[in-house]
């Protein structure tokens, strides 16, 4: 047990290895230990597990934590293990003689975390597991399960709430990465959290930089990004099943260890692609969506979308699976107008009023939109922010090919709307403006229209393109039932040339560096940072654990940097704690003591 004197700051340095809480978490980890409800909401990533695991530490005897996942408790058990602290786990894939093991653990009662499956706690065998340890306090992981307004609904999580009852002094933390203030509410409500505070973290992640890229040859765009990211880690998501088989087959031609991954796959091969891709045995995952859940790898250096999402919801959460540990993480989202119909295919032709079409839109709004991708996710999840260059997006870094005459083009296409009395579609206006002889144009009159060819220098498709950018710019607007194209009152300011958009041209865009790109290799050896990656792999191999669990991408890096030939400059390496230090510490040294 830890004295009494030992601190939460103690602990953070001793087993993580980190020197300064995260945003929130001192404030968590404090309520809690002090033996008061709290409710977390932090993105993915965010550093939720500390919240609980260390008051886990400070507090007397052993801490329930209550996952839905059984490989992300396992993930758990094992990296907490591997720092040096005493954990658990009881649920249904563990064998009769891991059982015997983990109750007799209990029992010593020198386990400080105890993870269980929802359906564990309920099981008639609990009771009798709890009645042989003192529970510290209780952590429900993916607290949005209890909600029905949340998208993960589990009914045994409704049940939690007899935990309540059960231990009625014991400090209770709620922890989500998805919550509107509706599902907030229901959580609280359902777990009958006390008088709590409620922590809610940014859900910006500025280490992710975004890209959004209309997609034309996408075999040479997929070969420019993983270009980019020789041998790193990074998913591919696909809309299809199909694709995902299609481009495995394409990509491992090229020599890169590729598995394809979706829901028609057999369990078995899904379990082993995934653990694989854990342990970095295969670099590259195509996905469907189906990918991801429970995957707790924090080195994936690059995510891609080969098609348009369904929603900034899904393409937050997919997004937000890269760049855990910290370090930069490339999204680039391809896209093209095909997309938003195939979606509605899928979908059943949503009404305009249904919830997906509408997050559809809001979507396909963001692929066309030139403004700053971390405030556009920022605003559509309601967080007040201030963001205006975040730097690490296609946008602020100026990588979008930008057309000089802007504001004639738009004068040019917002006048044509105005000219059929903003009575028709962005299809139909981009007819007119390239000089379409169509028949309907013909019958309307509207080939005589002063509007009519002013744009025929331009292809079709680009024109319809510069619409959907005025549109997500808020100069136009689709309207009724018809989608027919109306004037907002700042398309009138530019018909006045009071205001001046921005458009893109459908050029390729050059790529360029984020700060936070140039600083994560600012002072390394890179030679050295391989050979330390080497040695990492070697020792996960004799652990039996992934190599980012054995030290993260972040860890090897500041190695990389400083070069650290003793025990105390070693310690003080972000990410090294004493248990590390000790298992692994030697193998290290050697080789920097070479250097
Ligand atoms: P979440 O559960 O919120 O998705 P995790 O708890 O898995 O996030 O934490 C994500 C990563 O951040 C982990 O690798 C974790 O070790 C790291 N981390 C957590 N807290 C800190 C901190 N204070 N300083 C540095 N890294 C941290
Ligand atoms: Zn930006």
Redesign the pocket.
């Known amino acids: 047990m830890p004295k009494a004197t030992t601190t939460a700051e103690d602990l953070?340095k001793k087993h993580?290895g980190?020197k300064?809480?995260?945003p929130l978490?001192k404030e968590a980890v404090t309520d809690l230990t002090e033996g008061r409800d709290t409710l977390v909401l932090?993105p993915?990533?965010?550093?939720?597990?500390?919240c609980f695991q260390l008051p886990a530490l400070l507090r007397e005897g052993t801490a329930l934590v209550i996952s839905p996942l059984i490989s992300l408790m396992k993930d758990q058990v094992d990296s907490l293990n591997d720092m040096g602290i005493p954990a658990t786990r009881i649920d249904s894939s563990l064998t009769p003689a891991e059982y015997g093991e983990a109750r007799n653990g209990l029992r010593k009662g020198n386990i400080k975390l105890l993870y269980l499956s929802p359906e564990k706690v309920l099981s008639p065998g609990f009771p009798e597991i709890a009645g042989e340890i003192n529970i510290s306090l209780i952590a429900i992981d993916e607290a949005h399960c209890v909600s029905m307004w949340g998208h993960d609904f589990r009914q045994e999580y409704r049940k939690l709430k007899s935990l309540r009852k059960m231990f009625p002094g014991v400090p209770m933390g709620a922890f989500t990465?998805t919550a509107t203030l509706q599902v907030r509410e229901d959580i609280s409500k359902q777990l009958s959290l006390k008088k709590h505070g409620e922590y809610i973290g940014s859900f910006d992640r500025p280490n992710l930089t975004y890209r959004v890229i209309r997609r034309n040859k996408l075999e040479t765009q997929l070969d420019e990004v993983l270009n980019r990211h020789k041998k790193e880690s990074g998913i591919i998501y696909c809309i299809s099943r199909k694709d995902t088989e299609k481009w495995a087959v394409k990509l491992a031609a090229r020599g890169i260890r590729v598995k394809a991954y979706h829901a028609g796959l057999p369990d078995e091969k899904r379990k082993k692609v995934q653990e694989n891709f854990i342990r970095d045995k295969i670099q590259v995952v195509t996905a469907t969506i189906a990918f991801g859940m429970g995957i707790?790898k924090?080195n994936i250096r690059f995510v891609v979308h080969t098609g348009m999402p369904k929603s900034l919801e899904n393409y937050q959460q997919e997004t937000g699976r890269g760049g855990?540990?910290?370090l930069p993480c490339e999204c680039v989202l391809f896209h093209s107008g095909q997309d938003l119909m195939l979606w509605r295919r899928i979908l059943d032709n949503p009404p305009a009023d249904n919830p997906a079409e509408q997050k559809l839109r809001a979507m396909a709004s963001y692929c066309s939109s030139v403004a700053c991708r971390h405030r556009a996710l920022l605003d559509y999840f309601h967080e007040p922010n201030n963001m205006k260059e975040c730097g690490a997006c296609d946008v602020c870094l100026g990588e979008l090919p930008t057309e000089p005459e802007a504001l004639i083009i738009s004068q040019k296409i917002i006048s044509c709307v105005a000219r059929v009395q903003e009575r028709f579609g962005g299809e139909y206006i981009a007819q007119i403006l390239t000089g379409s002889k169509q028949q309907r144009i013909l019958e309307n009159g509207h080939d005589a229209l002063s509007t009519w060819g002013i744009l025929e220098e331009h292809p079709k498709t680009e024109v319809r393109n510069w619409t959907e950018q005025l549109i997500s710019g808020g100069y136009l607007e689709r309207r009724g039932e018809f989608n027919v194209l109306g004037i907002t009152p700042t398309g009138r300011l530019v018909l006045r040339g009071e205001e001046t958009p921005l458009l893109i041209k459908a050029k390729k865009q050059t790529i360029k560096a984020t700060k936070l790109e140039l600083e994560s290799w600012d002072g390394i050896d890179e030679e050295l940072y391989i050979k330390l990656k080497e040695v990492r792999r070697s020792l996960a191999d004799q652990s039996g654990l992934p190599a980012f669990m054995v030290f993260?991408d972040a860890s090897l890096r500041d190695m990389a940097r400083k070069k650290p030939a003793s025990r105390d400059a070693f310690l003080n390496i972000h990410g090294v704690g004493e248990k590390k230090w000790e298992k692994y510490g030697e193998a290290f040294l050697n080789l920097f003591l070479d250097y």
């Open positions: 953070l993580w980190y300064k809480f995260r978490q932090m993915t990533g965010g550093g939720k597990s500390l990465a707790d924090s855990r540990d910290g993260s």
